[in-house]
């Protein structure tokens, strides 16, 4: 068994929101070609995982990342 489960940096640090307009954090979860990382690389919980997809998806239709690299 493992007892060394990833925590997530967006519960640790308690956020409520995520901003689509912090380009370089969005970049950090999503793949060199474009794809959003998936929660069992992230470690982030469901509720985590939906604002920050919602987020990405946000900033690639105003222009801030691109849908495919």
């Given at each position: 068994?493992r007892s060394?489960k990833?925590?997530?940096?967006l519960?640790?640090?308690q956020v409520q929101?995520i901003?689509?307009k912090?380009v370089?954090f969005?970049k950090?979860?999503?793949q060199?070609?474009?794809?959003i990382?998936?929660?069992r690389?992230t ?16 900033a690639?239709?105003?222009?801030l ?5």
């Open positions: 068994m060394d990833k925590r997530s940096i519960a640790v640090k929101y901003d689509y912090n370089e969005l950090s979860h999503t060199y070609h474009g794809k990382k998936p929660r690389y470690g982030h919980s469901v509720r985590h995982q939906k604002m920050l997809s919602k987020a990405i998806k946000n690639r239709i105003m222009g990342l691109p849908f495919i690299a």
